[in-house]
C-alpha cells in the first residue's frame, strides 16, 4: 500500500501559477504510475495528468495542456504538479492517486490509492 497526501494549494488570481506536491509512503514510490485528477463543486471527477513510474512518459488532459507539467522525484517520494497560466475553470480539489499497472490511464477506477485532495481556487 501507499499513503498519499497532497500539498500546494491556496487562492491564486488567473494568469498565476502554482505548484501542487504529492508526498508518498509506505511501498516504494517507484513502483507506482501516478496521476493528478480535480473536482470541481457540482461536476464530476476528472483526468488532469499521468507520469509513468520511471517519469519518462507523461500524458495529459486537452484543458491543461501546455499550461501544466506533471513531475516526480523517486529519491523525494514526490509527484508534483506545476501550473501556469491558471484560469477560473481550474479552481478544484486537486488529488493525487497511484495505480501498480504501468499504462498511463485517465479514469478514475484505474488507481488504486488516492490522497485527501488540496484546493485550488482561482479568482477572476
Known amino acids: 500500500q501507499v499513503q498519499l497526501v497532497e500539498s500546494g494549494g491556496g487562492l491564486v488570481q488567473a494568469g498565476g501559477s502554482l505548484r501542487l506536491s504529492c508526498a508518498a509512503s509506505?511501498?516504494?514510490?517507484?513502483?507506482?504510475?501516478m496521476g493528478w485528477f480535480r473536482q470541481a463543486p457540482g461536476k464530476e471527477r476528472e483526468f488532469v495528468a499521468a507520469?509513468?513510474?520511471?517519469?519518462?512518459?507523461?500524458y495529459y488532459a486537452d484543458s491543461v495542456k501546455g499550461r501544466f507539467a506533471i513531475s516526480r522525484d523517486n529519491a523525494k517520494n514526490t509527484l508534483y504538479l506545476q501550473m501556469n497560466s491558471l484560469k477560473p475553470e481550474d479552481t478544484a480539489v486537486y488529488y493525487c492517486?497511484?495505480?501498480?499497472?504501468?499504462?498511463?490511464?485517465?479514469?478514475?477506477?484505474?488507481?488504486?490509492?488516492w490522497g485527501q485532495g488540496t484546493q485550488v481556487t482561482v479568482s477572476s
Open positions: 492517486a497511484a495505480r501498480s499497472l504501468s499504462l498511463l490511464v485517465s479514469y478514475d477506477k484505474g488507481y488504486n490509492y
Open positions: 509506505g511501498r516504494t514510490f517507484s513502483s507506482y504510475t
Open positions: 507520469i509513468s513510474k520511471s517519469g519518462g512518459s507523461t
